[in-house]
C-alpha cells in the first residue's frame, strides 16, 4: 500500500475531472514533475484513463467516486478493510483465515491479480468496478457449504433491487446478468478438514461503469483479457454516476444477512427466489459438462442447489465441477 501513495494521492486529486498542472501536483506530493508524469504513467497502468493537455495538466476522462474508509464502516453492520490496491481480495482472506470472524470482508478499488472461477483472471480496472470479499465460518463443514453461490447470488440482485435497480438476472451457478450479458461473478473458496468447520471466502466482482462497451449481446469482445458479452451497472440503471460506497455497504449487509439465514435454514426459502431471478429458465440451453454436452429446457434449481433440466429423457438434474450454462445457439 506504501509503495502506491503517491498514486493514490494524485487519483485523489484527479478524482474530481478537473485539470492538475503536473506542477501542482508535484508540489503538493512534495516530488519533481517528473515524477509525477512516472505515476501518471502508472496509474494508466491500472485501466484508468488520465488526459494530458499542454499548459493545461492531467485529467481524468471523468470524475471518480473513490471508496472512503470511514464511510464504509460508518454504514456496515460487519468489519471492513479497504485496501485500494491488492494482489486479490480472495486471497488476502485466506491468508488470514484462522484469525478471522464470520462476516469480515476485504474491499478493493484494484486487484493486481483477480482472479475467476477456473482459475480464469477477473480484469480489474482501477475505480471503474467493484471488488470484495467476505469471510464466513461455516460450522457445518464443506458439505454444508453445497449452493452457497447461488445464495451469494440472489442475495446480491435483492441488495440491488433495494437500491432501485431492475432487470438483473441470475446464470447458474455463480453469475449475475443484465441482458444476456454478464455483470458480475461470484468466486466462493474454501479450506478446512473433514468433520471441522470450513472457511470460505466468498468473493464478488461486478462491473459498475466498464467503458468501451459491445452493446450488441450477440457479439463477443475482448477487452483488456475479458472474451465474453458483458455489461455494466450504469446501463441497468441508465446514469453515470453510482454511490460506490453506498452500493458496497448495501451489498455487504444483505450478504451478511443471506448467509447468517443460509446457517438457520440451508437452501429453505432460497430455491423460490432464485429461481425467480433466473435467466435461462424457460429457454433452450446447451449444459456443458467436459467433452459432454445436454440439451434441454432450463427449469431452475432443486433444494441441493442443482440445475434441472427438460431433456429428451425428461426431468435431469446436474451439479458441481466443470458445469457451464449457456444459451443454445
Known amino acids: 500500500m ?75 453492520s460487519v468489519p471492513v478493510e479497504l485496501i485500494s490496491v491488492i494482489d486479490s481480495t480472495n486471497q488476502y482472506l485466506l491468508d488470514r483465515a484462522d484469525s478471522l470472524s464470520s462476516g469480515q470482508v476485504c474491499i478493493a478499488e484494484y486487484q493486481e491479480k483477480g482472479r475467476g472461477r477456473r482459475g480464469r483472471e477477473w480484469v480489474s480496472p482501477f475505480g471503474s468496478n467493484l471488488y470484495m470479499s467476505m469471510y ?33 438476472k441470475l446464470k447458474w451457478p455463480n453469475d449475475l446478468y443484465f441482458e444476456d ?16 468447520a470450513a472457511n470460505l471466502v466468498i468473493g464478488m466482482g461486478m462491473n459498475l461503469m466498464m467503458q468501451n462497451n459491445q452493446q450488441a449481446p450477440s457479439n463477443n469482445i475482448t477487452l483488456q483479457g475479458i472474451t465474453q458479452p458483458w455489461a455494466s451497472l450504469s446501463e441497468a440503471i441508465g446514469a453515470d454516476v453510482i454511490d460506490r460506497n453506498k452500493l458496497a455497504a448495501t451489498l455487504i449487509n444483505t450478504l451478511d444477512s443471506a448467509l447468517r439465514e443460509y446457517e438457520d435454514c440451508g437452501m429453505t426459502g432460497f430455491v423460490s427466489r432464485w429461481n425467480r431471478l433466473d435467466n435461462f429458465i424457460g429457454r433452450e440451453v446447451r449444459l456443458i459438462m467436459g467433452n459432454k454436452e445436454i440439451k434441454g429446457i432450463a427449469q431452475g434449481i432443486n433444494e441441493q442447489g442443482a440445475v434441472l433440466i427438460k431433456t429428451s429423457q425428461g426431468l435431469e438434474s446436474y451439479i458441481g465441477g466443470e458445469i457451464s450454462l449457456r444459451p443454445s445457439v
Open 136 to 168: 464466513w465460518r461455516l460450522d457445518a463443514g464443506m458439505a454444508a457449504a453445497m449452493g452457497l453461490s447461488l445464495v451469494v447470488g440472489v442475495a446480491i440482485v435483492e441488495a440491488l433491487e433495494k437500491m432501485g435497480v431492475e432487470g438483473i
Open 2 to 76: 506504501k509503495e502506491h501513495s503517491a498514486k493514490l494521492s494524485i487519483l485523489k486529486y484527479l478524482s474530481d475531472g478537473e485539470f492538475h498542472s503536473g506542477e501542482d501536483l508535484g508540489e503538493r506530493l512534495g516530488i519533481s514533475r517528473a515524477a509525477v508524469s512516472k505515476h501518471i504513467k502508472g496509474i494508466q497502468s491500472w485501466g484508468v484513463d488520465v488526459f494530458s493537455v499542454q499548459r493545461k495538466g492531467y485529467r481524468l476522462a471523468a470524475p471518480m467516486q473513490l471508496l472512503d474508509q470511514q464511510q464504509l464502516s460508518e454504514l456496515v
Open 181 to 196: 450479458r454478464k455483470l458480475a461473478g461470484i468466486l466462493v473458496e474454501m479450506s478446512g478438514q473433514a468433520g471441522a
